[in-house]
C-alpha cells in the first residue's frame, strides 16, 4: 500500500473492513512512518510498538467504526494500563497506569490500534510543547516553528501524517492551538460530552476537555459519535441530541447567522495575517450564502483571563501535590519545572473566596454567550492572534521565572493579585481566543482554511451554543468542500 498517508481514518478503516490490508500491515505501515519521521518531529515519546503489533495479529472487531486504524494517544490524563501517564513530569515517567480510562476504553471499541503516546508539556499548562523532560516538538511545516500546544505531539503527528488522527486535550486552546499551526481539525467538545473518568470527575474545573485532532472533519464527528455518552459518576451531564455527529456533518449545512471579530479576545493586538484569515473566511462564507456581521459580545477581558488563570493555578497545586502523592515522595521545586512550581505557589495562596469569583466569572461568561447565541448562530474569530512562532521563543526566560518566583513567594495577597494581573496581560498574548470556550462549556472548533505568506497554517475559530457541535460538523464539512485542505502538504513531506 503506497498511499497509506493520503487516507484519512475512516477510509484506513473502510480497506479493513473490506479486507483490502490486514491490522498488521495498516500498523507495519505506521510504524515504518513513526521511525522515519519522528527523530525530525519528536511527537512519538512512548513507542508501543510491541503490544500494537500482538493486538493487531489478534484483531477480531472488523465492524468496528475505526477498524484496524493505528491511533496515538496524548501523554495526559487518559490512562492507558500498562504504560506511564506522565504529564511530561520527570517524576511520573516511571509509573505504569493500572487500568485504562473510560475514554480509552471507547477508543479500543472503536477498533483503535494504540501503538504510542505523544509529548505535551508539563501538566498540559503551556500553549507550547517544549517540555524539559523530552525536549520540544517539531512543526512538520517548518520543523524550526512551534506546534503549538498542549496537545502538540499529537497535531505534528496527525500533520506529518504518522497517523490520520490522534487524542488530545483541551483545557484552554489545547487541541484548538496544535491543530491551528499544524494545519488540522480540531475541535472542543461541549463541557460533559466525552467521559474523562474514573479517576477525576472533571479537569481543570470542568474548564479541560478531551477529543482527537484529525485531517477531515468527517473523522472528528465519526470519532465523537464513538466518545460522546456519560461514563459511572459523571458530575454533569448533556443531552445527547438527534441523530449522529457524522450525518450531521454530512448533511447540507444551511444558510447561518454568524457573527465575527478580528480582535484577540484576551489580548492587545491580533496579527495582521490572523486578522486576514478572518476577513477571507468572512467573505468565502458569505459567497456560501450565509449571513456575516461584525459583532462581538462585550465582557471584561482582564477579569475573565485571570479568572481563567486563577482556577489552573490552583489544579496546578493540585496536580503536583498528587504528582509527589503517586511517586510516593515530598513535592519538591526541583522535581517541576519552574514554571508549574510557581503556577502551583499561586494556586497555594489563592483563597477559597478567590477562587470562588473566578469560577463564578466564567459561569456568567456562559450566560452572556448563552444570549449572543440567541442572535447568532455561530461566532468566528481567528484561532490564535500570531502565527506559530520559533521553537523556544514564548518559553517562559529565565528572568520571567525568576520574578514570578518572587513574586510568589510575597507573603500578601494584595501582591500575589498584582503578580496575577500582571500574568492575565502577558501570559496569553499569543493565544487569547480560545480560553473563553473553555470557561462558557461551549464547543468551538478550529479549521485550516488558509496560510500565512510563508506558507504555514492559521486556523480560524468556529463556536457554537453549548451542545451544538452538530451545526459545527454540517457548517466545517461546508467550507472543507470549498476549500478542500487536504491537498495541502507540509514541508516536510514535500
Known amino acids: 500500500m503506497d498511499h497509506y498517508s493520503e487516507y484519512d481514518a475512516l477510509g484506513l478503516a473502510e480497506l479493513v473492513q473490506q479486507r483490502h490490508i490486514a491490522p498488521i500491515e495498516l500498523l507495519e505501515l505506521a510504524i515504518k ?50 504504560a506511564p501517564t506522565s504529564a511530561g513530569c520527570k517524576i511520573l515517567q516511571s509509573i505504569n497506569a493500572e487500568h485504562d480510562s473510560e475514554l480509552v476504553t471507547r477508543f479500543k471499541k472503536a477498533g483503535l490500534l494504540i501503538f504510542g503516546k505523544t509529548n505535551t508539556p508539563e501538566f498540559g499548562i503551556m500553549g507550547i510543547t517544549e517540555p524539559r523532560l523530552f525536549g520540544a516538538t517539531h512543526n512538520p511545516w517548518d520543523l524550526h516553528k512551534s506546534t503549538g500546544g498542549s496537545s502538540g505531539g499529537s497535531a505534528a503527528a496527525v500533520a506529518g501524517r504518522l497517523v490520520p488522527m490522534a487524542h488530545g486535550g483541551d483545557g484552554g486552546g489545547s487541541i484548538r492551538i496544535p491543530s491551528s499551526y ?18 477525576i470527575g472533571e479537569a481543570w474545573g470542568g474548564l479541560a476537555r478531551e477529543h482527537v485532532l484529525t485531517r477531515s472533519v468527517r473523522d472528528s464527528a465519526a470519532m465523537l459519535d464513538c466518545l460522546a455518552g456519560p461514563d459511572d459518576g459523571l458530575p454533569y451531564g448533556i443531552e445527547a441530541g438527534t441523530g449522529s455527529f457524522l450525518s450531521a456533518a454530512e448533511a447540507t449545512c444551511r444558510p447561518l447567522k454568524i457573527a465575527y471579530t478580528t480582535d484577540a479576545l484576551y489580548g492587545a493586538e491580533a496579527h495582521p495575517e490572523c486578522v486576514s484569515a478572518v476577513e477571507k473566511t ?130 500578601l495577597r494584595s501582591l500575589l493579585n498584582q503578580a496575577l494581573d500582571a500574568l492575565a496581560e502577558e501570559a496569553l498574548s499569543a493565544t487569547p481566543n480560545t480560553q473563553l470556550f473553555n470557561q462558557t462549556g461551549q464547543p468551538a472548533m478550529t479549521l485550516p482554511l488558509f496560510e500565512t505568506n510563508d506558507k504555514m497554517p492559521v486556523g480560524v475559530q468556529f463556536a457554537a451554543a453549548y451542545g451544538n457541535e452538530r451545526l459545527l460538523y454540517s457548517l466545517a464539512r461546508q467550507l472543507e468542500v470549498a476549500m478542500p485542505w487536504h491537498k495541502r502538504k507540509p514541508q516536510l513531506l514535500v
Not at 499544524?182 to 479517576?199: A, Y
Not at 504528582?323 to 510557581?342: P, R
Request: glycine letters at 8%; charged letters at 20%.
Open 33 to 82: 512512518q513513526t521511525e522515519a519521521l519522528n527523530p525530525h518531529l519528536n511527537a512519538v515519546i512512548y513507542p508501543l510498538f510491541e503490544r500494537a503489533r500482538a493486538e493487531a495479529r489478534n484483531f477480531e472487531d472488523y465492524s468496528a467504526p475505526f477498524a484496524g486504524v493505528p491511533f496515538l494517544i496524548k501523554d495526559l490524563i487518559s490512562s492507558y494500563a500498562g
Open 282 to 411: 468572512v467573505k468565502l462564507l458569505e459567497d456560501l450564502g450565509h449571513t456575516v456581521i461584525q459583532d462581538r459580545p462585550e465582557f471584561d477581558r482582564h477579569l475573565l483571563a485571570k479568572s481563567y488563570l486563577q482556577i489552573v493555578c490552583a489544579w496546578v497545586a493540585w496536580e503536583i501535590a498528587e504528582s509527589a502523592k503517586k511517586a510516593g515522595k515530598k513535592a519538591e521545586k526541583g522535581d517541576f519545572e519552574l514554571t508549574s512550581w510557581v503556577m502551583g505557589l499561586v494556586g497555594q495562596k489563592n483563597s477559597g473566596f478567590e477562587l470562588t469569583k473566578a469560577i463564578h466569572a466564567g459561569h456568567s461568561a456562559a450566560r452572556l454567550m448563552g444570549e449572543f447565541h440567541k442572535k447568532y448562530d455561530v461566532f468566528l474569530t481567528a484561532t490564535t492572534a500570531r502565527p506559530a512562532a520559533e521553537i523556544g521563543a514564548l518559553y517562559p526566560s529565565g528572568k520571567d521565572a525568576f520574578s514570578m518566583s518572587i513574586l510568589a513567594a510575597l507573603p
Open 182 to 199: 499544524c494545519g488540522l481539525v480540531g475541535l472542543l467538545p461541549s463541557r460533559g460530552r466525552n467521559p474523562i473518568g474514573p479517576e
